[in-house]
């Protein structure tokens, strides 16, 4: 069997070439995400509208960032929550764990639930194109039917919320 090589090394992932069987394969290795679906009260929602330059649009998303070497997802997410909405949570509960693309990454988006939340100034990293859009959870839904939310981990978090937890 053959060993495992690294293709590519970029800032957030690395592509690694592994072998199934006699068959050449090319992963993304992704260090995984939080996910913050923030509850501003029992019928609002903090969603983000995010300029994403791979799709050169700006999608409606729940926060999200980039699990730190050695960082407990949990802690993530409550950074990230204040980074891009200035929002601070009294109480982060996990929702949900899943891998968004497994034919091809080992990312593991982890969706936390945000409550109990007081508003402090965002810390955005430079460049990000973010602002807050406050909706309710009954338009959160058509907005996911009708695709004005066309993010998949918004369309995930959202949709285990509505059908676990509401």
């Known amino acids: 069997m053959k060993s495992p090589e690294t293709v590519f090394e970029g800032v957030r992932f690395n592509i690694e070439r592994v072998w199934q069987g ?36 700006t999608l409606l998303e729940l ?20 980074e891009e909405t200035g929002y601070r949570a009294e109480k982060i509960e996990l929702l949900t764990a899943y ?9 593991r988006m982890f969706v936390y639930v945000a409550t109990s939340l007081t508003m402090h100034a965002p810390a955005r990293e430079e460049g990000e194109e973010i602002e807050n859009h406050i909706v309710t959870l009954d338009q959160a839904k058509a907005m996911i039917q009708d695709g004005r939310i066309a993010d998949g981990k918004t369309i995930a978090g959202m949709l285990f919320y509505f059908q676990f937890r509401t």
């Open 22 to 57: 006699e068959r050449p394969r090319d992963v993304m290795r992704h260090p995984g995400a939080a996910v913050i679906l923030p509850l501003v009260d029992d019928d609002h929602v903090c969603l983000i509208k995010n300029y994403r330059i791979a799709v050169e649009q």
């Open 63 to 82: 926060p999200a960032g980039t699990l730190e070497p050695n960082e407990p997802p949990e802690i993530t997410a409550g950074r990230e929550l204040e």
């Open 99 to 107: 891998y968004p693309s497994p034919g091809v990454m080992d990312e």
